[in-house]
Structure formats: structure tokens, C-alpha cells
């Protein structure tokens, strides 16, 4: 806590540049706290500021500032302006690349808490390289959605298996292994509402999907690991859609 509260300075939004404001990284309510690190980040609380530490911002904070600076007018003949914008978008590839491993593995070790603000940002710049509609976002969202289950959060779960599966159906040629991640987590969330039937469908079309390569672990359970529920056994070509 010592040393994640260590980084930070107190912001007034009263003091704040007239029309911006600054909200939190996490919850996008008005910041009360800035990262004195990279001074680019904010945040609500130093409750806020610490999750997003341990989980993810102490391993972009330069990144994060050094993007920031490359982001900034920059005056400059045509040849100038395109290296800068390249080199901003590797720096976003790179952050993406971060926040996406970080995410998966907090999953795997089932440190649900703090895996969302690592997809959460994972998102965020998914979606400023490649749009909101993009198949890109659909790990995020599933990271996202797999850790709300663990936490518990139902709800907040479906409202990102659904945005991913919008994107998946609006996505032409998706390859199996979107799909599979998708049923593997729909499967999960039916299983944690108790639907047994439709957490079991859900796992049968999954391994349906699964190329001989795929991994099929994501958070230390295998896609049909859960499935063991409260049945000893099950017929196939009942779930199979």
C-alpha cells in the first residue's frame, strides 16, 4: 500500500483547466488523485489508484507518459508527422500486448480484483488502435467477463459477453478460437446462475470450436472443467447447437 500511495499527488478539479476533466482510470468518476509518476493517470481514490497499481499501472507508467508525450502537436514536415504517429501506434500495440498477458495471467492465478483493471485497459487501447467494433476487443471482454464472474458480478459479466458476442457475430470469418473463448465463458456464467443445461451446451459447442492447437485454458480451468457441476454424465448431441 506504502508504495503504491508513494506515487501520488492530490488534483483539485476546481483547479483544473477550464473544460477538462480528469477521471479516474477506473470507474471514470472525477479524479482526486494523480499517478506523480507518469502524471497522466487519475483517479477517484487512493483505493482506486492502489488496485490499479498492483494490478497493472506499475508495469506501463513510463509507457504510458512516454505515449502520452508522442501524442502532443507536433509541427514537422509530412515525413515527421507519419514516423510520430507509427511510433505511437507501436506504443499502443505494446501496451495492449502488456495489459492483455497481465489480464489472462491474474486470471489464471484466479486474482479476479485485480485483472480488471489490467483488461480495462487492455480495452481502452484496443479500442483508440482499432475502433469499437473491432474482433481486437473481444479478449478484453471476455477477460473482463470471467473476472466479474469470480467477483461474482453477474450482471456485469453478461453486459460484457455480450458486447463480445455482438462483435463476434458482426465479425466476418472469425476464427474458432474467438468462438470457443466466447461459449467457454458463456458456459461459465450459466454454470455460476446454476443453468446447468445451458452451462453444459454452452462447453459442448466450445470444444466443438477448439482447434487441435488451441490452449484450452485460460484461467486454470479447462473449457469443459467446470462442466463437472452436479452431472456424472451427458449426451453430447443434447447440448450441440
Request: glycine share 4%; aromatic share 8%.
Amino acid at each position: 500500500m506504502s508504495g503504491a500511495t508513494a506515487v501520488t499527488k492530490a488534483v483539485n478539479p476546481l483547479a483544473n483547466p477550464k473544460g477538462v476533466k480528469y477521471l479516474c482510470e477506473l470507474c471514470q468518476k472525477p479524479a482526486f488523485v494523480q499517478c506523480n509518476l507518469c502524471k497522466v493517470t487519475y483517479y477517484c481514490s487512493h483505493e482506486h489508484q492502489r488496485v490499479d497499481w498492483v494490478s497493472i499501472h506499475e508495469r506501463i507508467c513510463p509507457k504510458v507518459r512516454d505515449l502520452k508525450g508522442s501524442s502532443q502537436p507536433f509541427l514537422g514536415s509530412d515525413e515527421e508527422r507519419q514516423r510520430r504517429k507509427q511510433e505511437q501506434a507501436d506504443q499502443q500495440l505494446e501496451i495492449i500486448q502488456i495489459t492483455r498477458k497481465t489480464g489472462q495471467k491474474l486470471l489464471f492465478e484466479q486474482s479476479f480484483e485485480e485483472a480488471i483493471p489490467a483488461a480495462l485497459q487492455s480495452l481502452k487501447h484496443c479500442i483508440e488502435v482499432y475502433g469499437t467494433a473491432s474482433i481486437e476487443l473481444v479478449i478484453s471482454y471476455l477477460i473482463l467477463a470471467e473476472a466479474s464472474i469470480g467477483l461474482n458480478q453477474l450482471s456485469q459479466a453478461e453486459q460484457y459477453l455480450s458486447q463480445a458476442e455482438w462483435t463476434v457475430l458482426k465479425t466476418d470469418n472469425v476464427t474458432n478460437d474467438f468462438k470457443a473463448k466466447l461459449y467457454r465463458n458463456l458456459g461459465l456464467l450459466y454454470d455460476a446462475r446454476n443453468q446447468h443445461d445451458e452451462a453444459l451446451r454452452n462447453f459442448a459447442n466450445g470444444v466443438r470450436k477448439v482447434p487441435m492447437s488451441f490452449d484450452l485454458f485460460l484461467s486454470g480451468t479447462p473449457i469443459l472443467g467446470i462442466a463437472e457441476l452436479n452431472f456424472q454424465e451427458c449426451n453430447d448431441a443434447q447440448w450441440c447447437g
